[in-house]
Nanobody, 120 residues
């Protein structure tokens, strides 16, 4: 499994930005995927996840209604669409994956290198 993010950048508050992740070796029905972020002086936090077993995506309360996670299995891609961005969304954003059919307590073992999102 190899994960490589792209698409970060700088945007004004209230704007939109999309980040992408090439997820090589991540098969739809076996892997849970997620986006995480780590802002300045903060611990890494989960932003959104899609479970291997299906069901609706799960979002952190801080991004509900503003962010959308999706995956394109044919292209081995995962995406995070962000709108209504706030200064507190500034962070290094990581995509992650784990081979698991669980719906909680997942310990993600595969990580990308991160892409910076800055909101001013």
């Amino acid at each position: 499994v190899q994960l490589v993010e792209s698409g970060g950048g700088s945007v004004e508050a209230g704007g939109s930005l999309n980040v992408s992740c090439v997820a090589s070796g991540v098969t739809r029905n076996a892997y849970c995927i997620g986006w995480f972020r780590q802002g300045p002086g903060n611990e890494r936090e989960g932003v959104a996840s899609i479970y291997a077993g299906g069901g609706s995506p799960v979002y952190a309360d801080s991004v509900k209604g503003r962010f959308t996670i999706s995956r394109d299995n044919a292209k081995n891609m995962m995406y995070l669409e962000m709108s209504g961005l706030k200064s507190e969304d500034t962070a290094l954003y990581y995509c992650a994956a784990e081979r698991s059919s669980a719906y909680e307590g997942i310990n993600f073992g595969y990580w990308g290198q991160g892409t910076q999102v800055t909101v001013s």
